[in-house]
């Protein structure tokens, strides 16, 4: 047992470890960021519990690595990084197993979903997009990111940000011609 002469000298019981100090950091930052990697994850799957085992393995990858992670400039940037990484690899695995559907078929279920909520809507447009497109339109409208940050996550330049995500806006108001006036520009940002 400590002596109040060790306590004060700093000899007494022992603080906290690096490894508990390490969970501590890592537990607080799934606190504060699990919803928003779920929102993003959700729109990048379309499907709930897809989207709730990326954000599992995108967490259980990012606990593995905390400590390199938490000592970034943007821990959850790079977090962000290794869920679309995931999601990237899950796409392609899906493509490669399931075959491309023709136009008909994808008709025939908008007809049999035509009473679907817009947000369910939206997330199935979404799916639509080709995986690169999806997420950049997913990093800016759900993630809030600008251009540069865009790039940077992603590891492509910001023009390619900007010729994805207009093509892929350009896709979505083709499925929501009611929604299709021009979109807001982004008041923070200026002219490019």
């Given at each position: 047992m400590a002596t109040e002469h060790d306590v004060r000298?700093?000899?007494?019981?022992?603080?906290?470890?690096?490894?508990?100090?390490?969970?501590?950091?890592?537990h607080g930052f799934v606190v504060?960021?699990?919803?928003?990697?779920?929102?993003?994850a959700l729109v990048l799957t379309g499907n709930r519990e897809a989207a709730e085992d990326l954000v599992q393995e995108t967490l259980e990858r990012a606990c593995r690595k905390w400590r390199t992670i938490a000592a970034k400039d943007a821990p959850e940037a790079y977090v962000r990084r290794i869920m679309v990484n995931l999601a990237n690899d899950r796409w392609r695995r899906f493509r490669r197993t399931v075959p491309h559907q023709d136009g008909g078929d994808r008709a025939?279920?908008?007809?049999?979903?035509?009473?679907?909520?817009?947000?369910?809507?939206?997330?199935?447009?979404?799916?639509?997009?080709?995986?690169?497109?999806?997420?950049?339109?997913?990093?800016?409208?759900?993630?809030?990111l600008s251009d540069d940050e865009i790039a940077a996550d992603l590891r492509i330049s910001p023009s390619t940000v900007r010729s994805q995500l207009a093509r892929g806006i350009d896709k979505l108001r083709g499925q929501?011609?009611?929604?299709?006036?021009?979109s807001p520009q982004r008041p923070t940002e200026g002219i490019r």
């Open positions: 000298t700093g000899r007494g019981e022992p603080g906290p470890t690096e490894s508990e100090n390490d969970f501590q950091d890592f504060a960021r699990s919803a928003v990697l779920f929102r993003g025939a279920l908008a007809d049999q979903y035509g009473q679907v909520d817009t947000r369910d809507q939206l997330v199935r447009a979404l799916q639509g997009l080709p995986m690169r497109m999806r997420t950049v339109v997913v990093l800016r409208y759900f993630h809030d929501f011609p009611a929604l299709s006036g021009p």
